[in-house]
């Protein structure tokens, strides 16, 4: 069986100029941590394409999907992100679950138009290019789509969305399910990101390392690579492509996978 471990020892000897720092490496339960005007940002992986950030503005929750008790060591969400529909980033019962009265949603208009009442009461909707203010935050809707046939139906162009959050004065990009788009290598002055990379659905490690040498934020990390048939990406080897292309950018490693990649 194929674990976390072994995606992250494959290859490790030669990734390049890039610095990586595996999850595994630091102390038990710390968290990474940004500094920012105002605080810092702490990044804490959840699962899969789920993630908590906690910043000075409030407390941020991205695609939460699962067990609510996975989400118990987290102060409640005042904002929850959703990129798109598919089951793996949005939930109906955990954001039930999750969604506290001052809580707000940001959704694309997909997955607002299927929120149920008392929900969509408390959510925005965002279109791809769409700006908004959020916690005080500019916050940027981002397409994310395939771009490869084959895949195009998994993703359509306009009706997905990634986000970039302004936090602190730090941009902080989280790509959701997406191919290396137009829009993703033009992206400036990203200081932390979260790229997607599993097949069939998004991209492998090459595209999405090529994608992140075009924008090179000074942090990445590789999430949603647990794919299909075959199709789970290593982390490592996404890693070691990044370094080959000389980008100026340090990959940080998640435990994205705490039940293991076949879970």
């Given at each position: 069986?194929?674990?976390?471990?072994?995606?992250?020892a494959?290859?490790?000897?030669?990734?390049?100029a890039?610095?990586?720092?595996?999850?595994?490496?630091?102390?038990?339960?710390?968290?990474?941590?940004?500094p920012?005007?105002?605080?810092?940002?702490?990044?804490?992986?959840?699962?899969?394409?789920?993630?908590?950030?906690?910043?000075?503005?409030?407390?941020?929750?991205?695609?939460?999907?699962?067990?609510?008790?996975?989400y118990?060591?987290?102060?409640?969400?005042?904002?929850?992100?959703?990129?798109?529909?598919?089951?793996?980033?949005?939930?109906?019962d955990?954001l039930?679950?999750?969604?506290?009265?001052?809580?707000?949603?940001?959704?694309n208009?997909?997955?607002?138009?299927?929120?149920?009442?008392?929900?969509k009461?408390?959510?925005?909707?965002?279109?791809?290019?769409?700006?908004?203010?959020?916690?005080g935050?500019?916050?940027?809707?981002?397409?994310?789509?395939?771009?490869?046939?084959?895949?195009?139906?998994?993703h359509?162009?306009?009706?997905?969305?990634?986000?970039?959050?302004?936090?602190?004065?730090?941009?902080?990009?989280?790509?959701?399910?997406?191919?290396?788009?137009?829009?993703?290598?033009?992206?400036?002055?990203?200081?932390?990101?979260?790229?997607?990379?599993?097949?069939?659905f998004?991209?492998?490690?090459?595209?999405?390392?090529?994608?992140?040498?075009?924008?090179?934020?000074?942090?990445?990390?590789?999430?949603?690579?647990r794919?299909?048939?075959?199709?789970?990406?290593?982390?490592?080897e996404?890693?070691?492509?990044?370094?080959?292309?000389?980008?100026?950018?340090?990959?940080?490693?998640g435990?994205?996978?705490?039940?293991?990649?076949?879970?």
């Amino acid at each position: 069986m194929t674990t976390r471990r072994t995606f992250l020892a494959t290859g490790a000897a030669t990734l390049g100029a890039v610095t990586v720092l595996p999850f595994a490496a630091r102390a038990a339960g710390e968290a990474d941590r940004y500094p920012v005007d105002g605080g810092e940002i702490v990044v804490h992986p959840v699962s899969h394409a789920s993630l908590v950030l906690e910043t000075p503005a409030g407390t941020i929750y991205v695609d939460p999907v699962g067990e609510p008790s996975a989400y118990d060591d987290f102060p409640a969400p005042d904002l929850i992100l959703i990129t798109h529909e598919h089951g793996d980033h949005y939930a109906v019962d955990t954001l039930q679950a999750l969604t506290e009265m001052r809580t707000q949603i940001l959704a694309n208009p997909a997955v607002y138009d299927m929120l149920p009442q008392e929900l969509k009461a408390q959510a925005v909707k965002i279109a791809n290019g769409g700006t908004t203010e959020m916690l005080g935050l500019p916050i940027e809707a981002v397409p994310a789509y395939n771009l490869t046939e084959g895949r195009l139906d998994f993703h359509p162009e306009g009706r997905d969305n990634g986000y970039v959050l302004t936090i602190g004065g730090r941009r902080v990009y989280i790509s959701g399910d997406t191919e290396g788009t137009p829009e993703m290598r033009a992206l400036e002055d990203i200081h932390i990101a979260f790229v997607s990379m599993n097949l069939p659905f998004t991209m492998d490690a090459e595209q999405a390392a090529d994608a992140v040498a075009a924008f090179q934020p000074d942090y990445v990390y590789p999430y949603h690579y647990r794919g299909r048939d075959g199709g789970t990406q290593d982390p490592a080897e996404f890693a070691r492509l990044l370094g080959e292309a000389d980008a100026e950018t340090e990959v940080r490693m998640g435990e994205w996978y705490p039940g293991g990649l076949e879970g």
